[in-house]
């Protein structure tokens, strides 16, 4: 197995720092907009997107933690007992701007899980989504509306986004199979 590093520590903060850019010039500012990190690693990049509209808009922007773990469409063959990380979101979602936050968009079935749990706590007035890597080979119709990188990849490499909160450093790096 070859692994190559495609964003190192600096290169993922300029990837945050456009996106937050990208969420408040689209959104207008941010008025009624929320954050909703998608477990596990999408949470702490939404954080770091919330502070960083912070530095810039000076608002605090609520931040959700959203487990999407028993809407998988694949939930049957993960695991006899999933790991289920919960769902905490203190604010209220109805008539605000979703701007749901992950680590990687792949077939988007992840997103079509997170779009369904939101849809179950209330009716946002939209929803978004923000990626570090668009890594390409969707099997439904969902597209990132922010991205970090635009990764073209095969389908037996695996990306790796690593966050220091979780993997103690900050990288992303492709694993080829091959």
Known sequence: MQ???I???NAIIRAITRISHEI???NKGVENLVLMGIQRRGV?????IAAKIKEVESTEIPVGILDITLYRDDLSLLNEHPVINGTEINFDIADKKV???DDVIYTGRTV?????AIMDINRP????LAVIIDRGHRELPIRADYVGKNVPTSRSEI???NVKEIDGVNSVSITSKE
């Open 44 to 48: 702490p990049l939404a954080r770091r």
């Open 3 to 5: 692994m190559t590093e």
């Open 99 to 101: 701007v749901l936050v």
């Open 7 to 9: 964003m190192d520590e």
């Open 112 to 116: 079509r899980a997170a779009i369904d």
């Open 159 to 161: 990306v790796h986004v």
């Open 125 to 128: 007035q939209m929803i978004q």
């Open 24 to 26: 408040i010039e689209k």
